[in-house]
C-alpha cells in the first residue's frame, strides 16, 4: 500500500463573512513510514487565499493521510499553525485520514 496524497480545501472566514487571508505551517508530529517510503516530520508552508490553501508554488496544498493501511506509527497526526490577517492564531492538531474528501 502506499500513502493518500490529500488535498487541503477550504476556506476561513472573518465574523463578517470576508474570507480571511493569511499563511500556515503543517507539521508532521513524527516519521511515517509505508513500505519502503518513509515521510519526515518536515515543516511545510502555504498560503491561505481567496481559493483556498496553496503551497509556496501556487498550487493546491497536499499532505499525506496518516491512516492508510500499511502506515506506521498509527499514533501520528499534523499539526497546523495559522497566521491569518497577521495575527496569529493557536494550533491544532489534526489527523487527516485517506477516506478524507480530497483523497
Do not use: W
Not at 513500505?35 to 519526515?40: F, H, M, P, Y
Not at 491561505?48 to 499525506?64: D, H, K, M, R, Y
Amino acid at each position: 500500500m502506499a500513502f493518500t496524497p490529500i488535498t487541503l480545501v477550504g476556506l476561513i472566514e472573518r465574523p463578517d463573512g470576508s474570507v480571511a487571508e493569511g499563511t500556515f505551517t503543517v507539521t508532521l508530529s513524527e516519521p511515517m513510514i509505508n513500505g519502503t517510503t518513509i515521510i519526515e516530520p518536515t515543516p511545510l508552508t502555504g498560503k491561505l487565499t481567496a481559493g483556498g490553501p496553496v503551497n509556496s508554488a501556487g498550487q493546491p496544498f497536499v499532505i499525506e493521510a496518516v491512516d492508510d493501511t500499511g502506515t506506521e506509527p498509527t499514533t501520528a497526526y499534523y499539526t497546523f499553525v495559522l497566521q491569518l490577517d497577521n495575527a496569529p492564531i493557536d494550533p491544532f492538531r489534526a489527523v487527516i485520514s485517506h477516506l478524507a474528501p480530497g483523497g
